[in-house]
């Protein structure tokens, strides 16, 4: 067969072996893995984006390589990359583990490339607990703490009934539609009086993604795990399976037709999402329960793509997760770089930033600013292009929402921004980062930010190609 | 088409941004402030075109400059102005070096970046006043929140985090919303090009609720009464200059905002609302001046006198005829240049008496003459004094009031004798009461004449010899007069009851 297809994937696979061989090999092997492994991340970015053009059906029907695929394929690899980049300086991480540390990062994030172009139910099925179950395992991998084995467990329970029932409707819909191709199932009619099982059941399969996506009402496990996992765990955890999700949701979002009886339980799910996440984020101290709410926020804003039901709409879904991933990772790395000693952040521990890390203090203020939504950075054009696409296709009301939740937003982005500017810093608490590694990052994501949202048109050229995948 | 050699507008947008780049690489606090200086020189030189270059008899849109910027929505970098804009423009740039100046040793922490702010500012001020696409001018209208939010957090007074967020909350909440009417008007009128969206006529049931959206921002920002209680809070706390931009250019994005585009969009909604809005504003004419009057802190007495004044200027935009619009549009340039000039004075008094309190001042005629007659000339023209600019302004808008209603302007005569009242009674105390201790404070220096020289040449200018800015305003006046006027009577109102139309049709805008 034909390998280039497969090309992302491979090179992801490769990584996968390295990192296999390593955790098993010697105990002097397992501390060179912060050396190679940020270089070779940058592997997958390459190849990814050299095979943007690839497009085939393969293996039977069930893995499609398409735009769709290969945009997240891209946003997959470079979020790795960051992920890993973040990760290198983990403290809160025993050197023995740390080559089986990356070994899971790397498999959930070779999961979500697959996931990315399965267009099958079973497919997608696997390809989501594969990368699920890497993740499960590295998010008690925090030194000693409590709160980060409880926040394992409270993800594995959380996620196991969450797979449970969408493996549930997921024989609802093949008893009801009596296929699991998506191709076939985007042909059928998805109201409740023509195929009562299959919506029911399409309705419980879909619990498994918002599980993942955070979306309320399936939230609850998100702050929580936030807060217990490691801030470069949470990192990874807060942002790719999010591109997963979302991959998965505008492929489904053929079957999305506005007026149907799914679409408007989507649309109603989207706004309660926005509207819980933002309230309960206001009350916040913990940054990093900060952004976990605020992701329960962004998973409402994200429906508004999905429900219009069109090529754009799909489009700016896919520019937002995009945009979101690129927020999220700047706001986590200064969260990462300031705790130098792995503690879980306060808001006062941000107090002079921007004295004592001026970069830093810039690069959180720009993602905090572009979560709002405001211009010029990336959130603000993600949101335009969400708010366009979706008037007048029969939702109106939930983008009114998603106007009035972007101002209840803007208190507690700002704390952050204020904190770091306005505050003066605490003495006693241990010094940010302020190496050329941390500035670095700090800049190349701010500008990553900036520059989505001024010169946005080149990558939304190629989601509208994303968008037209979908029939 | 101008035939300029550049593109005007863009240089003056993106100059003092580049420019500001070079802050980074300046050590000494005195040669940021030099250079920032020559910046905002060279940004005021760079304006020079606008002035030979602008027809004053055209309405039309110039120094016109359009390219795509987000192709697939139709978003575009689209740049233009025409005589209700271009004194806007120029007030922007003129008010910097005088900003700059008149921190000179007021602002001595975080040098560097204060500067980089103001910078910014006027870029996003410029910006604003330019942006023919709605989009572009949502960009700039929220870009310039962030600087401005610095200005009061970071170098303001005791009180500064509280004003800086209630600032910061206040305006961009009311800008939520403005987002979406920016949406449906594109999804409506088939595009964001503000000048392509004029010539619609877009239903009565839709210019309802994207008037209100509209209209919430800009109040909020004007500030109308009762979205006001931001701006007392910033203007107190903000450092000199952050207040001189506040009231010199801040302000005017709100009144622009209905200028430039209530009144043109939705022209029947705005008839329809109008006299709520000309209620409202004769409420925040009313309430401004008399919680003036009971001030103590002189940059209160101020801050909420432009509650009042900008009544003034919301008012003469809903009389909807051509006295009260030139009277709105002059009173926005006139509290530009006098209000910027009492924050100026002010901040040079309290860089010697280190206090606004009236009873802290007391007499300074006695040892200040050259600061009292700056006083004197700003106060004066701040209620409205014959042969000052505001006197100008506020006539048309008197004129234009009764025109439209006698009630109306009979409503507004108390407001205009109240102005006076605060004024006089703070100038007297400056000017003659008994000091509570012996004051050696210094008389006016060069730095500090300079900047107060300008607005004064102005005030005076303006008041005695207004025709110039007659000419550049009355072409796009007029036609935003016939324009509206048109606008409202094709869309034909439901005589019966329009509101409950536009109640019917909210179930269709969120169906």
């Known amino acids: 067969m034909n390998p280039y297809p497969f090309m992302p994937e491979l090179s992801m696979f490769l990584i996968i072996a390295l990192l296999f061989v390593q955790a098993v090999g010697s105990e002097k092997m397992r501390h060179k893995v912060g050396v190679w492994l940020p270089v070779a991340s940058l592997l997958p970015i390459a190849v990814s984006l050299f095979s943007l053009g690839q497009e085939g059906l393969f293996f039977h029907g069930a893995y499609q390589v398409d735009p769709l695929s290969q945009f997240f394929k891209v946003a997959i690899a470079i979020g790795f990359s960051v992920t890993v980049f973040n990760a290198t300086r983990q403290p809160t991480l025993v050197n023995e583990k740390r080559s089986d540390y990356f070994l899971f990062l790397a498999i959930s994030g070779w999961g979500l490339m697959m996931l990315a172009s399965s267009v099958e139910l079973i497919t997608m099925y696997l390809a989501l607990e594969l990368s699920s179950y890497a993740l499960y395992a590295i998010i008690a991998l925090r030194a000693k703490d409590r709160g980060a084995a409880e926040a394992a467990i409270k993800y594995i329970m959380f996620g196991a009934v969450s797979t449970a029932v969408a493996l549930y409707g997921f024989s609802y819909i093949l008893a009801g539609m009596h296929t699991t191709y998506l191709a076939d199932l985007v042909q059928k009619t998805w109201t409740f009086s023509a195929a009562p099982m299959a919506v029911t059941g399409m309705a419980l399969f879909l619990l498994g993604m918002f599980y993942k996506l955070a979306l309320f009402p399936f939230h609850f496990w998100c702050p929580d795990v936030y807060e217990g996992a490691s801030n470069e765990t949470a990192a990874f955890v807060a942002t790719l399976p999010k591109l997963g999700a979302v991959v998965i949701l505008i492929r489904l979002a053929a079957m999305f037709k506005p007026g149907y009886d799914i679409t408007t339980v989507i649309a109603v799910l989207g706004a309660l999402s926005m509207t819980f996440g933002n309230l309960a984020a206001l009350v916040q101290r913990d940054v990093k329960r900060i952004l976990g709410y605020s992701s329960v926020a962004h998973a409402g804003y994200i429906m508004i793509g999905l429900i219009s039901g069109t090529v754009q709409g799909l489009a700016a879904a896919a520019f937002y997760a995009l945009a979101y991933v690129a927020m999220n990772l700047t706001c986590f790395w200064v969260v990462s770089r300031v705790s130098v000693d792995g503690r879980n952040l306060q808001l006062d521990d941000l107090n002079g930033l921007h004295k004592r890390a001026p970069a830093l203090a810039f690069a959180l203020a720009v993602g905090s600013f572009a979560l709002v939504g405001l211009p010029p950075m990336a959130g603000f054009m993600g949101k335009l292009f969400l708010f366009s696409s979706g008037w007048n296709h029969g939702y109106n009301w939930l983008i009114i929402i998603a106007g009035i939740n972007t101002a209840i937003s803007i208190y507690y982005y700002l704390g952050m921004v204020r904190h770091a500017y306005t505050k003066d810093a605490v003495e006693g608490v241990p010094l940010p980062d302020t190496s050329a590694f941390s500035f670095t990052g700090a800049v190349l994501l701010s500008m990553l930010v900036l520059g989505l949202g001024m010169m946005p048109a080149g990558v939304f050229d190629f989601a509208l190609k994303v968008g037209s995948v979908v029939p | ?511």
Not at chain 2, 130 to 148: C, G, N, Q, R, S
Not at chain 2, 216 to 231: G, Q, R
């Open chain 2, 1 to 511: 088409m101008q035939e300029v050699a550049y593109p005007v507008l863009t240089v003056l947008v993106f100059f003092p941004l580049v420019a500001a780049v070079g802050l980074f690489f300046l050590k000494g606090d005195d040669k940021i402030r030099a250079y920032t200086l020559g910046v905002s020189i060279v940004e005021l030189a760079l304006s020079y075109p606008l002035f030979t270059g602008f027809k004053l008899e055209s309405a039309a849109f110039q120094f016109v400059e359009r390219m795509d910027w987000v192709k697939q929505w139709g978003v575009e970098y689209y740049l233009g102005t025409d005589g209700i804009s271009f004194l806007m423009v120029v007030l922007t740039i003129a008010v910097l070096p005088l900003c700059v100046l008149c921190s000179w040793t007021y602002i001595q922490t975080r040098v560097k970046e204060f500067h980089f702010c103001l910078l910014f500012m006027t870029a996003a001020c410029v910006g604003v006043f330019t942006a023919l696409d709605l989009v572009l001018f949502y960009v700039f209208w929220e870009a310039m929140l962030v600087p401005m939010y610095l200005l009061i957090a970071v170098w303001g007074g005791p009180e500064k985090r509280y004003a800086s967020l209630k600032f910061f909350l206040y305006t961009l909440a009311g800008s939520a919303l403005l987002l979406v009417a920016i949406v449906a008007f594109r999804i409506a009128g088939g595009t964001f090009a503000i000048p392509e969206l004029m010539e619609q006529n877009f239903a009565f049931s839709f210019q309802f609720w994207a008037f209100l959206a509209l209209a919430l921002a800009f109040a909020i920002k004007v500030p109308m009464f009762p979205f006001h209680t931001w701006l007392p809070a910033a203007h107190v706390q903000a450092p000199t200059a952050g207040s001189v931009i506040l009231a010199s250019v801040l302000l005017k994005m709100g009144t622009y905002g209905f200028l430039r585009f209530n009144l043109p969009l939705t022209p029947a909604a705005s008839e329809y609302f109008a006299p709520f809005m000309i209620a409202i504003s004769i409420a925040g004419i009313l309430y401004g001046g008399i919680v003036a009057l009971g001030q103590n802190d002189i940059k209160k007495v101020i801050a909420y006198s432009s509650v009042g004044h900008m009544g003034f200027v919301t008012l003469g935009i809903f009389l909807f005829n051509q006295r009260g619009l030139e009277g709105a549009l002059f009173q926005m340039l006139n509290h530009g240049i006098t209000t910027g000039g009492l924050f100026m004075m002010i901040g040079a008094v309290y860089e010697r008496s280190h206090s606004r309190e009236l009873d802290d001042n007391l007499g300074l005629g006695k040892y200040m003459p050259a600061y009292m007659f700056f006083w004197g000339l700003f106060a004066l023209s701040s209620f409205g004094f014959p042969g000052t600019n505001s006197f100008v302004g506020e006539i048309l808008v008197f004129v234009g009031a009764f025109e439209q209603n006698p009630w109306i302007g009979a409503l507004m005569v108390p407001g205009a004798m109240v102005a006076a009242a605060y004024m006089l009674r703070i100038s007297l105390k400056l000017a003659w009461g008994r000091p509570t201790s012996w004051k050696e404070w210094p008389d006016l220096n060069l730095r500090e004449w300079s900047y107060l020289v300008v607005p004064a040449v102005f005030v005076l200018y303006i008041g005695l010899a207004p025709g110039l800015c007659f000419k550049v305003m009355d072409a796009s006046l007029l036609k935003l007069e016939k324009d509206v006027k048109e606008g409202a009577k094709i869309v034909a109102m439901e005589k019966d009851n329009p509101a409950e139309v536009a109640f019917n049709s909210l179930k269709g805008i969120i169906k």
